[in-house]
């Protein structure tokens, strides 16, 4: 990625509800909020926020807002919640709503974000000039009041939240991906339904799929099924690189405008998963945030033009492995293709242990590898002998010694995992979309070991396919490596 100090994030998002009419202060209060945020509070609105306010804030004939349910999906720490902060402050002293609701996953950070409104208001003495006495900071009992007898308060994402809470003008619902139930949603929502000109303002980025309430709005904006919901989705199109800087811009509109920079982009991919990545700073649905295989990259580099079964120019080496419970066993290889790019195949599965024990040197000599590699210290070492056998009988020895099995353990085991999911991220590993080896990278999780990690075997179903076709690339690497350093040798 080309990594530069001019890269600015886009102030349009990637996908939004169109406008109805064109927005001007008579069609939107996007407008004045926004003078309100420049010229009393002194905190004005980025420009992103600028175009939000505008648009989400469109008003219809009747002069009531256009929505009643504002979804906002943006990168994390891209000023979303202040935001939403400001715009609370705004409605909450200007007469507009009569009761505020905040709400978050953790009631620690709906309280956070009030007392953030509360220290806004006590910097700008117009409002506190309008403001109801001090707040009332009493754990469960949070209150921000204005003279018009207007008030701000907070509320746990539970079933329960909504009890004792009377009918809401505005909700803020913070963080929506971690509602895995309708529960805490339908509660506090419901709130609303007695508010003829209510807002309901729900902020997340992305999430994977237990996300129940984000996924299910979104879905719903989408299809434009409800006039009243509106989206502003920042995000980077699915399947884009991870080191895309378009993709960074459309996920992050604050980019290089003070809030955040690429080079605190660049640290995060290099530092997270690649699923965490995507979620919290490209803003991208992910199946699992714990995958330890980025599914977006895996899936693009799909390609059945080339078959390592059938293509003899190839040195195709193999690894084989076997599932936790002994049910499964998959022959993959591997072979380079040149130009750092590498192509694995699934050679062949088996049901049970004993289907492997008895076809596994078949399998072998069929295909004439370079080498067969293995991991003793996991469950392939029920069929050790079979595996030594194998190699002895049928592989054609050039690495690294005649019949040699190749034994994966110790340091390597990280490697493998490790190095396979960064040349996926990469791009740099190609395959034909078997639906088996497919499902395999889906299912696995990391297991971490101190600083490094290796694919989780518990917990994961069977991955014993991934495993194998990990083994094999990492081992198609290396006999490139030897190749390299032999050729060089006698240059």
């Not at 989400?56 to 929505?67: H, I, K, S, V, W």
């Not at 953790?106 to 006590?122: F, H, I, N, P, Y």
Request: glycine residues 8%; charged residues 20%.
């Amino acid at each position: 990625m080309a990594e530069t100090d001019d890269v600015q994030g886009c102030l349009e998002p990637r996908i939004w509800t169109p406008n109805l009419v064109e927005l001007t202060p008579e069609t939107s209060l996007g407008f004045k909020f926004n003078a309100f945020c420049r010229d009393l509070l002194g905190r004005p609105n980025d420009p992103w926020q600028e175009w939000l306010s505008i648009h989400a804030l469109e008003l219809r004939p009747d002069g009531r807002f256009r929505y009643r349910t504002i979804l906002l999906l943006v990168a994390r720490q891209n000023g979303k919640t202040e935001w939403v902060k400001k715009l609370i402050v705004w409605l909450l002293f200007t007469g507009r709503i009569h009761l505020a609701v905040g709400s978050a996953h953790k009631l620690g950070m709906s309280r956070r974000t009030w007392e953030e409104a509360c220290d806004l208001v006590q910097a700008t003495p117009e409002l506190v000039a309008l403001r109801a006495g001090m707040p009332r900071k009493q754990m469960g009992l949070e209150a921000l009041r204005s003279t018009h007898g207007n008030e701000y308060t907070i509320a746990a994402s539970t079933k329960d939240a909504a009890r004792g809470i009377p009918g809401c003008d505005f909700l803020h619902m913070d963080e929506l991906r971690t509602h895995v139930d309708f529960e805490a949603w339908s509660a506090l929502t419901k709130t609303q339904m007695a508010r003829p000109n209510a807002l309901c303002v729900a902020t997340s980025n992305a999430g994977d799929d237990t996300s129940m309430v984000l996924n299910a709005l979104h879905g719903t904006a989408l299809t434009g099924t409800d006039p009243t919901l509106f989206l502003a989705e920042y995000s980077a199109p699915d399947g884009c690189r991870l080191d895309s800087v378009e993709a960074a811009r459309q996920a992050n509109p604050s980019l290089g405008r003070g809030r955040l920079s690429m080079d605190a982009i660049t640290a995060a991919r290099a530092l997270d998963p690649p699923a965490v990545f995507r979620t919290e700073v490209l803003c991208q649905r992910v199946m699992a945030l714990d995958s330890a295989v980025d599914a977006d990259s895996w899936l693009a580099s799909t390609d059945a033009a080339v078959s390592l079964r059938t293509d003899t120019n190839l040195t195709r080496i193999a690894c084989v492995d076997v599932s936790l419970d002994g049910n499964h066993v998959t022959l993959a290889c591997a072979a380079a293709l040149g130009g750092g790019r590498y192509r694995v195949e699934v050679v062949a599965a088996w049901g049970s242990l004993g289907e492997a024990r008895a076809a596994l040197g078949y399998a072998c000599a069929a295909h004439d590898f370079a080498a067969l590699g293995w991991f003793p210290n996991g469950p392939g070492a029920a069929i050790g002998h079979e595996v030594r056998e194998s190699a002895r009988a049928s592989t054609i020895g050039i690495f690294p010694h005649p019949g040699e099995s190749l034994e994966l353990a110790g340091t390597a085991v990280a490697e493998v995992c490790q190095g396979f999911a960064a040349m996926v991220a990469g791009r740099e590993v190609g395959h034909p979309g078997d639906p088996l080896l497919n499902a395999h990278v889906a299912a696995a999780k990391r297991q971490q070991s101190g600083d490094t990690w290796r694919f989780m075997r518990r917990d994961s179903g069977h991955v014993d396919a991934l495993w194998a076709a990990a083994g094999a690339v990492y081992l198609a690497r290396k006999h490139q490596d030897i190749q390299y350093d032999v050729s060089n040798s006698y240059a």
